[in-house]
């Protein structure tokens, strides 16, 4: 059994509270100061990499390296911005009527998926147009 810790459980409580996707540990260490609560950045990624093997938290790959995390609360994908990095996740599960395509044409069984979509957001596609 894990030792309690002030730093978990309030990283556990900013992700879960919030409508935010793709936490960076940066911004969860910003979020928490905000909080006033004292942390690190080790302190913080060693309470996001507790919580992923807890399954309360996932990790969120968005194809530049950096680690992010949410809050989980079912399957979805995310689309990036390719001019400022926003992230917004999107709806539902654009491939998961491929799945049985996919298993027949390579002999695998599935497990899981990731897809990231890329674009502009609204804002910097107004600044270009």
Not at 22 to 47: K, N, P, Q, T, Y
Not at 104 to 116: E, K, Q, S, V
């Amino acid at each position: 059994m894990a030792r309690p810790s002030h730093v978990r459980d309030a990283v556990r409580e900013a992700l879960s509270g919030s409508t935010r996707h793709a936490w960076s540990i940066e911004d969860v260490l910003h979020e928490l100061r905000g909080r006033r609560v004292s942390a690190d950045f080790s302190s913080v990624f060693r309470a996001l990499t507790f919580l992923e093997r807890e399954g309360l938290v996932s990790r969120v790959e968005l194809g530049d390296g950096k680690a992010r995390f949410e809050a989980t609360h079912g399957h979805h994908e995310h689309v990036r911005c390719d001019s400022c990095g926003a992230v917004a996740p999107v709806p539902g599960c654009p491939v998961e009527g491929t799945r049985a395509q996919v298993e027949r044409a390579t002999g695998f069984t599935i497990t899981g998926h990731r897809l990231l979509f890329s674009g502009l957001c609204a804002e910097c596609r107004g600044r270009v147009g």
